[in-house]
T-cell receptor
Framework: KAGVTQTPRYLIKTRGQQVTLSCSPI?????VSWYQQTPGQGLQFLFE???????NKGNFPGRFSGRQFSNSRSEMNVSTLELGDSALYLC????????????FGPGTRLTVL | AQSVTQLGSHVSVSEGALVLLRCNYS??????LFWYVQYPNQGLQLLLK??????LVKGINGFEAEFKKSETSFHLTKPSAHMSDAAEYFC???????????FGTGTRLLVSP
């Protein structure tokens, strides 16, 4: 069974640009969550999608957005990039909600210059 | 609101020694608690989870954790450390209904020969 895949694995952008990251969950999983990991702030929840609906959102500015498609694949977009957006972005999937185990992908390393 | 405190950003042990990584949580609802491990340049892998079924939880790779409500703790232990255990460990708390996990700041485990 294939795990969670994230593309691209590495990305370099400049300030002011926008970026789209992609996440393919494990087959059969309908919930996809996104997290940002930085040395200073640690792991922070961005948002969660379930059956194409955003079900929960973290405390991030509106520049961060996401969506989920009917096949459960998800994308997150960051517009008007800032230096502080440099981070490892992790995607996690699970079958549903509640206490179910989340399976994490390897992450996308975004560097903003 | 839920929160997690991990005591000690770095823990050093010798190979064969006991591993003890500390985690204290705060939650206004019955919590679901998780321990994840992260190896360099990889995503997070679930070691174990507590979902109220049993207070002593056994996980993968010989790790276990005990839920102590009176102490609001969920410390991770392993009787004998291996070199391959060197990694960063994250404690996380979640609640029912949503997949929002709140992570601690992580503890880097160093294992010396």
């Amino acid at each position: 069974k294939a795990g969670v895949t994230q593309t691209p694995r590495y990305l370099i952008k400049t300030r002011g640009q926008q970026v789209t990251l992609s996440c393919s969950p494990i087959s059969g999983h309908r919930s996809v969550s996104w997290y940002q990991q930085t040395p200073g702030q640690g792991l922070q929840f961005l948002f969660e999608y379930f059956s194409e609906t955003q079900r929960n959102k973290g405390n991030f500015p509106g520049r961060f957005s996401g969506r989920q498609f009917s096949n459960s694949r998800s994308e997150m977009n960051v517009s008007t990039l800032e230096l502080g957006d440099s981070a490892l972005y992790l995607c996690a999937s699970s079958r549903a909600g509640g206490s179910e185990e989340q399976f994490f992908g390897p992450g996308t390393r975004l560097t903003v210059l | 609101a839920q929160s997690v405190t991990q005591l000690g950003s770095h823990v050093s042990v010798s190979e064969g020694a006991l591993v003890l990584l500390r985690c204290n949580y705060s939650s206004s609802v019955p919590p679901y608690l998780f321990w994840y491990v992260q190896y360099p340049n990889q995503g997070l892998q679930l070691l174990l989870k507590y979902t109220s079924a049993a207070t002593l939880v056994k996980g993968i790779n010989g790790f276990e954790a005990e839920f102590k409500k009176s102490e609001t703790s969920f410390h991770l232990t392993k009787p004998s450390a291996h070199m391959s255990d060197a990694a960063e460990y994250f404690c996380a708390v979640g609640g029912t209904g949503f997949q929002k996990l709140v992570f601690g700041t992580g503890t880097r485990l160093l294992v010396s020969p």
